[in-house]
């Protein structure tokens, strides 16, 4: 399972690299991988996932916005956590940047959806009710306010149809069952050895004492939000990935 | 009445000096931490007992100190109301009641200096007679006045050029300070040190990899024994009526491909004992031959006495980091006993030698191979503890798995050398525990199940107590025969670091590093 995903991982990104007007060359990115897994696969993890560094699959990451910038950190380093890539030519930097890129890459295809029409569906479909938007909503699930820097198209697509195959980090659903007998439904907000942080659907904060409950339960394949999948036409779905993948925030 | 008593502080600093006797007699003065596990044996048990099962739930915070670094790791040495720490290429003195500094040391970080494979981090000084030993990243061992932080020798043990580090806490045994190496991910060769603790000359080294000629040397093809790695890069431990050594031996490199390394590569995880006046081997154990999955054996090894089959016997104890908890004798270092005490995948069981017998599919390959335990594994540098009230080897358990993948690797020196990697399984998929094993067995007698994988070490005390910390910043309290928890504080910072104990003006103190604050607790 985790070897599929790898390879499609990886085929995912050679294409887009190669499809994108200023990508870097698939070779270069592919000897950029070989790089990464021997230097920085240790704390960023061998798929670039995270581990002792943050994760890397993101199209826009916070310490380095542009190529130029992502070339610039690897060359300096972050001290003294991430050591410089001073024994690295700047062929190597440029491969390693180029791979780095095509972890979060988005592609620069042109979606079939129209914004417009998926802006009125977002109103429509009570996304609003759990959700964050440029300021307005609730905040149950996750702010989309700037989702399309944070998720491809293909992840937007996926979440839509299957949302509970998509939970971000952070948005675990759980149950609990105080001795009182009392049994509290929602969001961990935060979690350590001996207390819990829940948020319920409405919203609510609890903070619980775990030695205080009878049970604690993870639901990992759960989630309060509904699929679209029969909700919406195919091509309304597509409407709302145009209008999702082009909230990017302020520029 | 603090008058009086800061005049006995200072005067009692006119001769606090810490002959190696104070040391070998760690327990004629609880109140005291003079070694990394405040006795030679590698216990961590404090025989302070104000702070116990029945008053623990009181615990307060007496004072916090802030370190200039994130993710502290330092066990402190505590002399007579004195905590003497280190960080990366620092040391400081801080006053016992107050955490202020009586003095701080810093060493410039050359700025070509890399660390391959861990953060910048120290995990303690050592003490003997009037001088503070201190590891630096950069290869040097220092003595400072413990006084004033003056620095009296410095001696070069290494060339971090060539991958070489040093995290560790050194060791002060009769007249001599031991020393170990970081390097594993970098092609180093390994090797044990030992200095003169007066002048700081050199007075033995044993290399890890045996060189050509030597016995043991055959167990690496080719020329994998120059950049075989085994680094020692975790204080051991010391017998002063045997006068051996003990020290843990970390893994073969590259790390995830042992295509170039055929053979079981000798010393690399191994505990090897050494005669300390000459760091000749006296006998080692192999715990994971040819290791693939850098499971090091650099673990704080606990000696202790008592009977096997009848037989009262000199034991040496290990949790190792391949999910096995191992008893030998540490006379001779022959096998007794072995089971494991955590997750694991890769073996089918000890044989009567204590050598593993291999499960299939457990080798790392191109498509990757999910194993148990991680390449952190099931502990990894964190201090178990051994507490002789209760006769368990406490120690912190991990429960994770990762996908392993190999890769070819080029050695180019300075760089890092690992022949591939591993992807951990997501946190929600691992946990941790807190876990007391008969010592003579390792038969589990309690646990207490942590909310994810913890990188804090274990002390016992007299009071019955057992303190830990958590990867979310809990620093808590269990019953040593039971596990129940009695106390927690949430320190608000990742812990990975071991608890100290120590007295100032008679009442007891419990100390824990947590990412960038040390805290001292009392009642």
Redesign the interface.
Known sequence: M??LV?TSVSSILLFSAAAGANAAPAADAAAGK?IF???C??CH???G?G??GPDLRRPTLSRAADDEALKSLIEGGIP??M??G??FSKEDIANLAAFVRSLGNVPQEKLPGDAARGEALYRLSGCAGCHIHAGEGVGLGPDLTEIGAKRGPGRLRETLRSPAKTIPDGF?LVEAVTQAGETLRGIRLN?????IQIKDMQSRIYSLRK?ELRELK?L?NETPMPSYEGLLSAAEMEDLVAFLAAQRGQP | MRLLTLFLLTYSSVWAQVPFARIVSADKEPGNWLTYSRNLAGHRYSPLAEINTQNVARLKVKWAYQFP??RAEVSPIVVDGIAYITG?NSAAALDGRTGRTFWTWNRALPP?Y????F??TSRGPAVLEDKLYVATLDGFLVALDLKSGAERWSSKVLDYKQGYSMTMAPLAIDGKVVVGVSGG?AGIRGFVDAYDAKTGKQAWRFWTIPGPGQAGHDTWAGDSWKTGGAPTWVTGAYDPELKLVYWGVGNPGPDWNGDARQGDNLYSCSLVALDADSGKLRWYFQFTPHDTHDWDATHVPVLFDSEVRGVKRKLVAVANRNAFYYVLDRVTGEFLAGRPYAKQTWARGLDATGRPILASQAEPTK??T?VWPNANGATVWFSPSFSPQTGYFYVAAREIGA?Y?K?D?PY?P???F?G?????LPM?DAWGAIRALQAETGEMRWEF???SPPWAGVMSTAGGLVFSG?D???F?ALDGRTGK?LW?F?TGGAIAANPVSFTVDGHQCIAIAADRVLYAFGL
């Open positions: 985790r070897v790898l070989i897994e021997e230097h696969a240790l993890g061998f798929d996932g581990g002792r003294p956590e050591p410089d001073s024994l675990l979690e350590d050895s001996f207390t030695s993870k990992r | 670094e994130p990366p070509d890399r660390s391959i494979g953060g910048h991910e498509e990757g999910l996908t993948f890769r690797t180019k300075g760089t890092e690992m591939g990697g591993e992807n951990e929600d199940k942590l909310h958590s979310e910043g809990n808590y928890a927690d949430q």
